[in-house]
């Protein structure tokens, strides 16, 4: 499995920036989680949306779904030429405009979830959890039999959180807060949180959707003592 990550921000990049949004391959399958703002051309230097076998939305906050828009357009365009192979969607049912347009899109096969397992061609599973944000949510847990990865989506504390952890290879996670700004009623957790996490299950993580007010020297800082975790760098491709 390899993640590359194409967008690391969140709610809005730092300059030359994109916000969250991940591409997995698992045994050839691209899998994109998340297409915030300024995604999609970095998507199309990897791979053409057409190539693209699942899309998770976790939730439909424009820093995780505004380029969503634009593939709309690019897979309009193809399916104006004959094209007709629909990527699988995976979301939460959501409100909103943008919601809607993904929800009844013409060009995706849309399954709108809160939880359960999905299996996509007897290859790849996707294990669903509900998280804790203002709108609906999910995490997911990709698993190719050999090798899993979790999402954590936008979450703050709650028990999904551990079960996206637990026997996970490498978890990405949202650490938009350092502890000193957190709060349990905020929508995020904060960087020490994904530390103690880590350190409990004894796997990897990748701190990601990062809060642009923050320097990454003031980051890298708090997580310098812990080998196992890293701080997500946009274009760079990890091997789990
Ligand atoms: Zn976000
Ligand atoms: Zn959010």
Known sequence: MQLTILGKYGPFPKQGGATSSYLLNCNGKNVLIDMGAGSFSRLIKIVKP????????????????????????????LFNKGYDKKPLVICPDSGGALAESVISCPYFEVLTVSGGEITFHDELSFEIFEMKHPVPTIGVKISDGEKTFAYTGDTNLCYSVDDL??????????????????????P???????????????NKSIISHINPKYTQEEIEDVIKNYKN??????GKTYTI
């Open 188 to 202: 995020h957790l904060s960087v020490e949180h994904i530390l103690e996490f880590t350190e409990k299950y004894g």
């Open 229 to 234: 975790c890293q701080l997500a760098q946009e």
């Open 50 to 77: 057409e190539d693209l076998d699942v899309i998770v939305l976790s939730h439909f906050h424009f820093d995780h779904t505004s380029d969503v828009g634009v593939l709309i357009y690019y897979f309009q365009s």
């Open 165 to 186: 952890f637990e026997n996970s290879d490498l978890v990405l996670a949202d650490g938009a807060f350092l502890r000193k700004d957190w709060g349990e009623n905020l």
